[in-house]
């Protein structure tokens, strides 16, 4: 009777280890997701008629800013 508590008790414990290694698994997994997430960007292209900024956030967005060049009439 004792043998089948004990066989109880290891099978248990194993079971519960896993579970708790499997639950810290998951967290670190996902506190470390964002780690290769896309940054916001921003770079300042220099054409030779004109300059331009183009910036991209972490979503994904972005928006490019024609600013012309100095000679321009606007």
Same mark, same amino acid.
């Given at each position: 009777m004792k043998d089948i508590y004990h066989k109880y008790?290891?099978? &248990?414990?194993?079971?519960?280890?896993?579970?708790?290694?499997?639950?810290?698994?998951?967290?670190?997994?996902?506190?470390n997701r964002g780690c290769n997430r896309h940054q916001d960007m921003v770079?300042?292209?220099?054409?030779?008629?004109?300059? $331009?900024?183009?910036?991209?956030? $972490? &979503?994904?967005?972005s928006i490019l800013i024609d600013t012309g060049n100095k000679d321009s009439d606007v």
């Open positions: 008790n290891i099978f &248990s414990l194993t079971v519960m280890f896993l579970l708790m290694i499997n639950v810290a698994l998951g967290v670190f997994i996902y506190m770079a300042f292209l220099n054409i030779g008629q004109g300059d $331009a900024t183009y910036i991209e956030n $972490a &979503s994904g967005q």
